[in-house]
């Protein structure tokens, strides 16, 4: 696009801009429809899908971080998972104490928000293998990992 498409579009009268939208809801449906949510960015992030199950070399360690708080993370939580809670104002530091940069992270939380929140901290951070799973549930099917209740 071109500076002249925009002076045309901030010329136009609003049954024009409603059309403009129209066509852009448009292509973002056909979009959604033929690729998924995939296509779009949250908050300027991009977000990885979790629809398959996630290729863990065997034998090659990694880290499954829960990044909820001690008492969600009591309540359930991905079997062989460490926490460190995002809330936690000393995360980044006990993140650079417990983690290693080269060493694949599996992150996820409740819904999705604090997992990519623990991502975009710890790149900050230098670590530069870490994967979003975003929740409890898709991130036990990807790694094929049992949901732990209390007492597991």
């Given at each position: 696009?071109?500076?002249?498409?925009?002076?045309?579009?901030?010329?136009?009268?609003?049954?024009?801009?409603?059309?403009?939208?129209?066509?852009?809801?448009?292509?973002?449906?056909?979009?959604?429809?033929?690729?998924?949510?995939?296509?779009?960015?949250?908050?300027?992030?991009?977000?990885?899908?979790?629809?398959?199950?996630?290729?863990?070399?065997?034998?090659?360690?990694?880290?499954?971080l829960d990044?909820?708080?001690p008492d969600?993370?009591?309540?359930?939580?991905?079997?062989?998972?460490?926490?460190?809670?995002?809330?936690?104002?000393?995360?980044?530091?006990?993140?650079?104490?417990?983690?290693?940069?080269?060493?694949?992270?599996?992150?996820?939380?409740?819904?999705?928000?604090?997992?990519?929140?623990?991502?975009?901290?710890?790149?900050?951070?230098?670590?530069?293998?870490?994967?979003?799973?975003?929740?409890?549930?898709?991130?036990?099917?990807?790694?094929?990992?049992?949901?732990?209740?209390?007492?597991?």
């Amino acid at each position: 696009m071109n500076i002249r498409f925009f002076s045309e579009l901030g010329q136009m009268g609003l049954g024009q801009m409603g059309f403009f939208w129209a066509i852009v809801l448009v292509v973002s449906a056909v979009l959604v429809g033929r690729f998924g949510w995939r296509v779009f960015v949250q908050l300027g992030q991009e977000v990885e899908a979790v629809d398959e199950k996630v290729a863990v070399n065997p034998g090659e360690p990694y880290v499954l971080l829960d990044v909820r708080t001690p008492d969600e993370f009591q309540e359930e939580h991905v079997e062989g998972a460490i926490n460190l809670n995002l809330y936690d104002p000393q995360f980044t530091v006990k993140a650079q104490k417990q983690l290693q940069p080269n060493v694949p992270i599996y992150v996820y939380c409740r819904s999705g928000n604090r997992s990519s929140q623990a991502k975009r901290a710890l790149e900050k951070l230098g670590f530069n293998k870490i994967h979003d799973l975003q929740t409890v549930e898709k991130t036990a099917k990807a790694l094929d990992k049992k949901i732990c209740k209390p007492n597991c």
